[in-house]
């Protein structure tokens, strides 16, 4: 056996007794801890990476490199008068244990840049797209004008405040004048041209049937409208009502997100007469102004900022480019990530509940609204006893997750909306890329008993990386399901960290952490140049490094090596 032989023998050798015997433990921990970080409720973040091996085996873990060392050592004495051959089998394995430590050193220099970028930019608080207010509380506040749309339990209406009059502007234009607008100018961006400077608000009136007349029976009932207001949306003496006979704080807020809606005001008026009211919605009136209506007299108005569209709506009338669609995928990732983050599940997520603008540069910014059935649960786990059949599992049926629609109601049985909002995102992307969504109608699956191969075919024009992110989003395991956060970061890494990408593998992360501080100092010099800090693109950067976690990150790596290496092997057969 030659040296050089006998050397790659040892150091296979030396990884292999240490990986499958004193490391063994330390892996069905770092397997359950990562099973953790794919269930539903808040992640533990830590100072310092997870240890491959567990506590009684502390000293291994914290100085392998000495071990190394002793190993080395031990070889030349003991096998001093042995064959070279022996020698050398022993002082390869000793470099094989230190190997290890070189890898959890590389961990540890990874986990700490990590910590240093997040540190960074989550100082960098995202700004409300309004300037801030100090009035607004009252109906008689602000001027209503059209009504813009109309759901299930509510209608919404573009306002304007008379304590900030709205500067003059060429002209108000409605969607029929958004679509003429645009086969003209045959430019997705004509979308733009919408004037909201008349009315840069929008009232949503929610529709009040059982919630009795005082103000503290209908915020309780409908409180959960009330988890994206800001900190300033109720007066003083509302933030504390009446639950079940005690005083006790309103239901927990999600902060701030460039892609999660955000409530201005949040108060409770009289339901006035407006206009397309008796034509519209009747029956939800109350009786002094409609005979027959079974609605009460004061309801929940909310104030939020008028976009020109919804997802929907823009969908039918323009396709966005592979970037844009790529960038709108991430986008709702990205909000669903924060979400979970906060311990709310939003239920109901569908192309007519995100909302639509556009950047200085015409890229749509999405932005996810109406919250009425969403999960805001004070112990933030997104899980729900489902013990009767009168739970509810959320809003559309057609988009809810398999593990949602298939559980049947029984003692212990719990509702996981964990990766549920993720499962919604992969059916919504089918239609950001211009295909009828499989689950409605028009396709024909149920969520209840589709099966994976028969998802339809995404458009050869879609990225083969976004193509596997929407597969895996759609997986019916939600066990074999990545989070919103790794499936963005997989996105996030696809658009940009391509060349880091290149020959790496799932465990070195040296190269993935130079290009991630390459990628701070870049988009912090973007952000002090000004204007570009308002666009999608820089939004979504500064979000995917405010949010950096070396476990989600290798995740994300290993699962798009993976894909690229499904699409070789499906090439090469072909």
């Given at each position: 056996m030659s040296v050089k032989h006998a050397i790659s023998r040892g150091l296979e050798l030396g990884r292999s007794v240490f990986q499958l015997g004193l490391l063994k433990s330390g892996g069905r921990l770092a397997a359950k801890l990562r099973a953790d970080r794919f269930r539903a409720g808040p992640s533990v973040r830590t100072a310092q990476p997870q240890a491959f091996l567990p506590s009684r085996y502390r000293y291994y873990r914290t100085s392998l490199k000495g071990l190394a060392a002793q190993l080395q050592s031990a070889g030349f004495r003991r096998f001093a008068g042995g064959s070279p051959r022996n020698r050398a089998v022993f002082l390869a394995f000793g470099l094989g244990v230190g190997l290890i430590e070189q890898q959890l050193e590389d961990d540890r220099k990874s986990a700490s840049t990590c910590q240093e970028i997040q540190a960074v930019f989550r100082k960098k608080k995202f700004q409300a797209?309004?300037?801030?207010?100090?009035?607004?509380?009252?109906?008689?506040?602000?001027?209503?004008?059209?009504?813009?749309?109309?759901?299930?339990?509510?209608?919404?209406?573009?306002?304007?405040?008379?304590?900030?009059?709205?500067?003059?502007?060429?002209?108000?234009?409605?969607?029929?004048?958004?679509?003429?607008?645009?086969?003209?100018?045959?430019?997705?961006?004509?979308?733009?041209?919408?004037?909201?400077?008349n009315f840069p608000f929008a009232i949503k009136m929610m529709w009040n049937f059982g919630a009795g007349s005082s103000s503290e029976a209908i915020l309780k009932s409908m409180s959960q409208e009330l988890v994206p207001a800001?900190?300033?949306?109720?007066?003083?003496?509302?933030?504390?009502?009446?639950?079940?006979?005690?005083?006790?704080?309103?239901?927990?807020?999600v902060s701030a997100h460039p892609n999660v809606i955000r409530?201005?005001?949040?108060?409770?008026?009289?339901?006035?007469?407006?206009?397309?009211?008796?034509?519209?919605?009747?029956?939800?009136?109350?009786?002094r102004l409609n005979p027959a209506g079974l609605g009460n007299n004061r309801t929940l108005f909310l104030v939020m900022k008028n976009y020109p569209c919804t997802l929907r709506q823009y969908l039918e009338m323009s396709t966005p480019s592979r970037r844009q669609g790529t960038l709108m995928v991430l986008q709702l990732l990205e909000g669903v990530d924060h979400l979970c983050r906060e311990g709310v599940a939003h239920r109901d997520l569908k192309s007519?509940?995100?909302?639509?603008?556009?950047?200085?540069?015409?890229?749509?910014?999405?932005?996810?609204?109406?919250?009425?059935?969403?999960?805001?649960?004070?112990?933030?786990?997104?899980?729900?006893?489902?013990?009767?059949?009168?739970?509810?599992?959320?809003?559309?049926?057609?988009?809810?997750?398999?593990?949602?629609?298939?559980?049947?109601?029984?003692c212990g049985v719990m509702l996981d909306y964990g990766k549920a909002d993720a499962w919604a995102v992969g059916a919504i992307s089918y239609e950001i890329f211009g295909q009828q969504n499989p689950f409605y109608r028009a396709v024909g699956l149920e969520s209840r008993n589709y099966q994976e191969k028969q998802l339809p075919p995404l458009p050869s024009t879609v990225p083969a990386d976004v193509q596997f992110v929407i597969r895996l989003l759609l997986r019916r395991n939600p066990n074999k399901r990545p989070t919103a956060r790794v499936a963005a970061n997989m996105?996030?890494?696809?658009?940009?960290?391509?060349?880091?990408?290149?020959?790496?593998?799932?465990?070195?992360?040296?190269?993935?952490?130079?290009?991630?501080?390459?990628?701070?100092?870049?988009?912090?010099?973007?952000?002090?140049?000004?204007?570009?800090?308002?666009?999608?693109?820089?939004?979504?950067?500064?979000?995917?490094?405010a949010n950096l976690e070396l476990e989600d990150l290798r995740t994300a790596v290993g699962f798009l090596l993976y894909g690229r290496e499904q699409s070789q092997a499906c090439v090469l057969s072909v």
């Open positions: 797209p309004l300037k801030p207010f100090t009035s607004g509380f009252k109906l008689e506040d602000y001027i209503l004008g059209n009504q813009i749309g109309k759901g299930s339990n509510a209608a919404v209406y573009e306002a304007a405040a008379q304590f900030a009059p709205p500067k003059q502007s060429a002209r108000k234009c409605s969607l029929v004048q958004i679509k003429e607008d645009e086969v003209e100018t045959e430019a997705p961006r004509s979308l733009t041209c919408c004037s909201l400077r800001g900190p300033h949306a109720l007066k003083q003496e509302k933030e504390e009502i009446t639950l079940d006979g005690h005083f006790g704080v309103l239901p927990k807020r409530v201005y005001r949040a108060f409770t008026a009289d339901v006035p007469l407006l206009p397309g009211a008796q034509e519209e919605y009747p029956d939800v009136l109350p009786p007519d509940n995100v909302l639509l603008e556009f950047d200085s540069d015409g890229c749509p910014r999405l932005v996810i609204s109406d919250f009425g059935c969403c999960l805001a649960q004070s112990d933030s786990s997104l899980q729900l006893p489902f013990n009767s059949i009168w739970v509810s599992k959320g809003g559309n049926a057609s988009l809810m997750a398999p593990e949602v629609a298939t559980a049947v109601p029984g996105l996030h890494l696809s658009l940009w960290g391509r060349k880091a990408l290149a020959n790496q593998d799932s465990v070195g992360m040296r190269k993935l952490a130079d290009w991630l501080l390459c990628q701070s100092a870049m988009v912090l010099l973007k952000g002090c140049q000004g204007p570009s800090g308002n666009r999608v693109e820089a939004e979504l950067q500064r979000s995917f490094l």
